[in-house]
C-alpha cells in the first residue's frame, strides 16, 4: 500500500512538474514577445521603468522555472534525494520572489496610473526631439495606436512640448492619417496642429492601451495565480516524495 501511495505522489509530482515546465516556456515566451512584438509593446514598456524592469524580470522567473520543472521531473522519475531537496529549496525561493514581486507590484501601482503618466508626459514631452528617447517613445505609442496625450489631447496644455511649441495644441503624432496600412502622410497637419478636432486623435493612449491589452492582462494575472497553485503543490509532492524515498 505504501509502495502504491508513494508510485502515485512520484507521478503526480511529475506532472505539476511538466505543467511547471510548460509556465515557464510560457513566460519565457511572453518576455520574448515584449521585447521583440512590432505593434508598439515595446514602446510602452520602454516608457516606464517599472515596466521595463518587470519584462526581465518575466524573463529570469520564466528561465528558471523552465529549468526547475525540467529538473523536478527527472528528480521524481529517478526517486533522487538530492535532486528532490535541491528543487524544493530552489522552487521555495522562487515562490517567495514571486509573493515579493506581487507585493512590490502592489505597493507600486500608482506608478501604472493615469496621473502618473500624465505627470510624466506634462513634465518630459518635447515633441520633435527624436534623440530623447521619452519623446520618441511616446510618438511611437501615439503613432501606433492612434491616440492623443494620455487622456486626451488636452493633456499637452501647460507642459513643456507647450512651453516650446507655443504655436502648435498638439504634437504631429496626434494628427489623423489615412487610413491605408503604412501610409504616414497626414490628413491636413496645418489644421491638427492648430487644434482643429476633425484633423486630429482625441482618444487617450491610456484608454487606447488598455482597451488593446484588457485580455492579455486577464490572462497573465491568471497565469500568475495557477503558477503559483501548481508550485506549491509541487513543493508538498517534492516532500512527500523525498520523506517516502528509503
Given at each position: 500500500?505504501?509502495g502504491?501511495?508513494?508510485?502515485?505522489?512520484?507521478y503526480?509530482?511529475?506532472?505539476?512538474?511538466?505543467?511547471?515546465?510548460?509556465?515557464?516556456?510560457?513566460?519565457?515566451?511572453v518576455?520574448?514577445?515584449?521585447?521583440?512584438?512590432?505593434?508598439g509593446?515595446?514602446?510602452?514598456?520602454?516608457?516606464n521603468?517599472?515596466?521595463?524592469?518587470?519584462?526581465?524580470?518575466?524573463?529570469?522567473m520564466g528561465?528558471?522555472?523552465?529549468?526547475?520543472?525540467?529538473l523536478?521531473?527527472?528528480?521524481a522519475?529517478?526517486?533522487?534525494k538530492?535532486?528532490?531537496?535541491?528543487f524544493?529549496?530552489?522552487?521555495?525561493?522562487?515562490?517567495?520572489?514571486?509573493?515579493?514581486?506581487?507585493?512590490?507590484?502592489?505597493?507600486?501601482?500608482?506608478?501604472?496610473?493615469?496621473?502618473?503618466?500624465?505627470?510624466?508626459?506634462?513634465?518630459?514631452?518635447?515633441?520633435?526631439?527624436?534623440?530623447?528617447?521619452?519623446?520618441?517613445?511616446?510618438?511611437a505609442?501615439?503613432?501606433?495606436?492612434?491616440?492623443?496625450?494620455?487622456?486626451?489631447p488636452?493633456?499637452?496644455?501647460?507642459?513643456?512640448?507647450?512651453?516650446?511649441?507655443?504655436d502648435?495644441?498638439?504634437?504631429v503624432?496626434?494628427?489623423?492619417?489615412?487610413?491605408?496600412?503604412?501610409?504616414m502622410?497626414?490628413?491636413?497637419?496645418?489644421?491638427?496642429?492648430t487644434?482643429?478636432m476633425?484633423f486630429?486623435?482625441?482618444?487617450?493612449?491610456?484608454?487606447?492601451?488598455?482597451?488593446?491589452?484588457e485580455?492579455y492582462?486577464?490572462?497573465?494575472?491568471?497565469?500568475?495565480?495557477?503558477?503559483?497553485?501548481?508550485?506549491?503543490?509541487?513543493?508538498?509532492f517534492?516532500?512527500?516524495?523525498?520523506?517516502?524515498?528509503?
Open positions: 500500500m505504501e502504491d501511495c508513494l508510485s502515485c505522489v512520484k503526480l509530482m511529475f506532472v505539476f512538474n511538466f505543467l511547471i515546465f510548460l509556465g515557464g516556456s510560457f513566460l519565457l515566451g518576455g520574448v514577445w515584449v521585447l521583440v512584438d512590432p505593434t509593446v515595446r514602446e510602452i514598456v520602454a516608457a521603468p517599472l515596466l521595463f524592469t518587470g519584462v526581465y524580470i518575466v524573463l529570469a528561465g528558471m522555472l523552465f529549468l526547475l520543472g525540467f523536478g521531473c527527472c528528480g522519475i529517478r526517486e533522487n538530492c535532486l528532490l531537496l535541491f524544493f529549496m530552489l522552487i521555495l525561493l522562487i515562490f517567495l520572489a514571486e509573493l515579493a514581486a506581487a507585493i512590490l507590484a502592489f505597493i507600486f501601482r500608482e506608478h501604472l496610473t493615469r496621473e502618473y503618466f500624465t505627470k510624466e508626459l506634462k513634465r518630459h514631452y518635447q515633441g520633435y526631439n527624436d534623440t530623447d528617447a521619452f519623446t520618441s517613445t511616446w510618438n505609442i501615439m503613432n501606433t495606436f492612434d491616440c492623443c496625450g494620455v487622456n486626451s488636452e493633456d499637452f496644455k501647460e507642459s513643456l512640448f507647450k512651453s516650446l511649441n507655443p502648435n495644441m498638439v504634437p503624432a496626434c494628427c489623423q492619417r489615412p487610413s491605408q496600412p503604412g501610409d502622410a497626414y490628413l491636413s497637419q496645418e489644421q491638427c496642429l487644434g482643429n476633425m486630429r486623435n482625441n482618444k487617450g493612449c491610456y484608454s487606447a492601451v488598455v482597451d488593446y491589452f485580455l492582462i486577464y490572462v497573465a494575472g491568471a497565469s500568475a495565480i495557477v503558477v503559483l497553485t501548481i508550485e506549491l503543490f509541487a513543493m508538498v517534492a516532500m512527500c516524495l523525498f520523506r517516502g524515498i528509503q
